[in-house]
């Protein structure tokens, strides 16, 4: 069995890569669904309402999008208390018997999870390119530049992975990138 983890910076096209390797036919985890599933569960939402001191249990995600942006501290706080929940979802994960496991995490340097994979594949896009992929999907760019900082750069990044993937280009390109990489592990 190989597992393999997938990062980038924030809007760099991680999901795309992450998907283009499972290709319906490898275990996928998205450390983002797991994260929005927890915000389906009423002890979680009872947790981040009680903990950031939120008004209401009702549009909590735009109450901790305004939250974070008048105090980038309470970005720290609230990964302080998602982290463990996404950690024991990884590791329940990690028990799948399949020859090839591949886990989308985007913290996955900052939380210091390199140990977890046996490859860890880096996508790599422009920042320019990432604020109007972000922009697209969620048109609000004080939120993009919070979570661009909060991420290390992908100097840093690159340099504890393994693999680099681009993601500068067509759909078409990116697909021939990944398509050499999974090659070599199937």
Avoid: W
Wanted: hydrophobic share 40%; proline share 2%.
């Amino acid at each position: 069995m190989i597992v393999i983890g997938i990062t980038g910076s924030i809007a760099s096209g991680k999901s795309t890569v992450a998907k283009l390797i499972a290709k319906n036919k490898h275990p996928l985890f998205d450390a983002d669904k797991a994260v929005l599933d927890l915000y389906k569960n009423k002890k979680f939402i009872n947790l981040i309402v009680k903990k950031l001191n939120l008004r209401s249990k009702k549009k909590i995600k735009n109450q901790i999008r305004s939250l974070v942006k008048k105090n980038k501290n309470k970005l720290k706080t609230l990964e302080t208390i998602i982290h463990p929940f996404v950690r024991k979802k990884i590791n329940s994960f990690l028990k799948i018997n399949s020859k090839i496991l591949i886990l989308e995490i985007p913290l996955l340097i900052e939380s210091k999870l390199n140990s977890y994979f046996d490859k860890v594949i880096f996508v790599d896009a422009k920042k320019k390119l990432r604020l109007k992929r972000y922009l697209k999907r969620i048109n609000d760019k004080k939120t993009f530049e919070i979570l661009n900082k909060r991420q290390l750069s992908p100097a840093i990044k690159k340099k504890a992975c393994d693999i680099i993937i681009n993601n500068n280009y067509s759909l078409v390109i990116l697909k021939k990138n990944v398509k050499k990489f999974i090659e070599i592990y199937e």
